[in-house]
Each structure stands twice: as structure tokens, then as C-alpha cells.
């Protein structure tokens, strides 16, 4: 247990659909993250957030959505994805946004399959 | 910009040592990090390296020469559940952590 959990677990969707990632973190950090997962490549970075206030944006394409209500809770809110989209989203928190040293505490991610 | 390059496998037989190695290119260096992820799991963080030299934490140290923008993971005395794959990181620039690709370890008895 790393104190970030993410749900679902695994999530279907269609090309058509809207679907929304939740994460939430019981660690008291003020920093969340998103990252996207895919085979045979690095974590990809996709948003930053630090005291609910977006950082950074990978250049994520538009059909990916953040939402940072607080400092415990992080969405990912989809529509219109591509099947290419389909990855491990994997949350991420720490304590401040650092640079090197921060150490991150990850949850154990959704697997979204797009068809 | 900012690059990281690790072995996409290594195979060590259970009780040898393995050792990873990461080669980076980032602006602004500040520290090498290194994750453990599982399959089906998430990562989870094994070491940071902020100054030359070597950082050991039970079996598993870790070393850096930023002079050579080189690191290594050391693994001893190897288990079974090592299995795993293994991350560098870097931070970029006001950019957090940048990833590798992994380095998949396979412990064979």
C-alpha cells in the first residue's frame, strides 16, 4: 500500500465514450501527477500539479482532461480516445515539487483498453 | 531536452549480482533516482543520488559520477523476487521526474 489509490483498476471504453481516472492520496503531498504507461516505452509524463495548481502539461492532446479539486484528489476525465490511448495511467504524489530527491509514491495505475 | 538510456534486459542467476547502468543527458542536473516496478504493480522508489560516490541500502546500492553522466543499480545477493523492472529518473529543467525506458531483470535459479 503506497497511499495513492487510483480507480478502476482496469476500465473498456469505446472511441465515443466519456470516462473519468480517479486518484487520491492519503500522504498529505502537495504534489500529484499523471503519467501514461505504454509497452516497450518510458513513463511519459502527461500533467503536473502543485497545491491544486497545474505545472505542467506535456503537450497532452485535448481529449485528456485534468482536474485538480484539492491536494488529495487528481481526475483524468477521457473522451474520445484513440485506441493508441490504450496504456497504464499511472498517479503520483509527493511532498513537494522538487527538483531530483522527491521521492514519488505511485498507485498502481488503470489499464485502459480503447476499441 | 533530456535522454536516458538503460538495457532493456538483464538475466542474473539468484544469489550473483547484477549491476544496471543508466547513461543520461538532462539541462540542469540534480540527482538520479531509481524505481522497482513489478508486474501488474506500481513503481516504487529504491534510491536517490544527488553527489558522486556510492549509496548502499541494504542490498541494493546505487552509484553516480556525474562527471561521466553515468549511474548503476547494484544488486546483491539476489532473490527471485527481484524480478522486476528497473527505472532511472532525472529531473529536467522545472520538469519532474523523466523516466527511462527499464531495464526488465529476470532472476533465474
Known amino acids: 500500500e503506497t497511499g495513492v489509490t487510483q480507480t478502476p483498476r482496469h476500465l473498456v471504453m469505446g472511441m465515443t465514450n466519456k470516462k473519468s481516472l480517479k486518484c487520491e492520496q492519503h500522504l498529505g503531498h502537495n504534489a500529484m501527477y499523471w503519467y501514461k504507461q505504454s509497452a516497450k516505452k518510458p513513463l511519459e509524463l502527461m500533467f503536473v500539479?502543485?497545491?491544486?495548481?497545474?505545472?505542467e502539461n506535456n503537450s497532452v492532446p485535448s481529449r485528456f482532461s485534468p482536474e485538480c479539486p484539492n491536494s488529495s484528489h487528481l481526475f483524468l476525465h477521457l473522451h474520445t480516445l484513440q485506441p493508441e490511448d490504450s496504456a497504464l495511467y499511472l498517479c503520483a504524489s509527493s511532498q513537494d515539487l522538487g527538483r531530483g530527491g522527491e521521492k514519488l509514491f505511485f498507485g498502481s495505475g488503470t489499464q485502459l483498453s480503447v476499441l | 531536452g533530456q535522454s536516458l538510456e538503460q538495457p532493456s534486459e538483464v538475466t542474473a542467476v539468484e544469489g550473483a549480482i547484477v549491476q544496471i547502468n543508466c547513461t543520461y543527458q538532462t539541462s540542469g542536473f540534480y540527482g538520479l533516482s531509481w524505481y522497482q516496478q513489478h508486474d501488474g504493480g506500481a513503481p516504487t522508489f529504491l534510491s536517490y543520488?544527488?553527489?558522486?560516490g556510492l549509496e548502499e541500502t541494504g542490498r541494493f546500492s546505487s552509484f553516480l559520477s556525474r562527471s561521466d553522466s553515468y549511474g548503476y543499480l547494484l544488486l546483491q545477493e539476489l532473490q527471485m523476487k527481484d524480478s522486476a523492472s528497473y527505472f532511472c529518473a532525472v529531473p529536467s529543467g522545472n520538469t519532474p521526474l523523466v523516466f527511462g525506458k527499464g531495464t526488465r531483470l529476470s532472476v533465474i535459479a
Open positions: 543520488n544527488a553527489l558522486d
Open positions: 500539479y502543485n497545491f491544486k495548481e497545474q505545472t
